[in-house]
């Protein structure tokens, strides 16, 4: 099977119980963990043998040459330098306010400043900076319709976007 390009190719594949056994507590995150490199797919305990065989070519995701959730959103952060924050803000809805651009992330302030620091009234990690930070470089303040649509479009990155409620 070739590399799958999200988390959602492999969660096809798992029978959707979350049922826990693989230590992960559904079949999506366990699918994201898979395609991080963080777990193997033959790992879950309830994948019909059919599927197994699938991904018995599995590549070895431990190479140091992989980008991890850090390095991804380590790039991100640095393509937010050459970013026009003011253009930015305006293109997907943000407010601006000084040097910081602000949006709505599961209901709270979170922001970026013009070196790429992140601000936020919740805890800062890569499965939320990443989505906040593709939507601020590649979104057109468009709304997501379907979930085939959710995958951003960093890198391959296997990150949801969760949609920022715009600002009045």
């Not at 590549?59 to 253009?87: F, N, Y």
């Not at 709505?104 to 800062?124: P, R």
Request: aromatic fraction near 8%.
């Amino acid at each position: 099977m070739s590399k799958p390009k999200n988390a959602f190719e492999i969660f096809q594949f798992l029978d959707k119980s979350n049922c826990g056994e693989c230590g992960e507590k559904t079949c999506l995150a366990f699918a994201g963990a898979v395609f991080l490199g963080q777990r193997r797919i033959r790992e879950c305990p309830r994948l019909s043998p059919d599927v197994l065989e699938r991904f018995v070519a599995e590549p070895d995701r431990e190479s140091p040459h992989e980008a991890t959730p850090e390095d991804r959103l380590q790039k991100l952060k640095s393509e937010v330098v050459h970013l026009d924050l003011a253009e930015a803000a305006k293109r997907v809805g943000a407010v601006l306010s000084g040097n910081k651009l602000t949006l709505k992330v599961l209901g709270k302030d979170f922001s970026v400043d013009a070196e790429g620091n992140l601000f936020a009234e919740i805890h800062i990690n890569p499965w939320v900076a990443a989505p906040f930070l593709s939507y601020i470089l590649y979104g057109q303040g468009l709304p997501v319709l379907a979930a085939e649509n959710w995958i951003c479009p960093c890198h391959e990155s296997p990150y949801i976007p969760m949609l920022p409620s715009h600002h009045s």
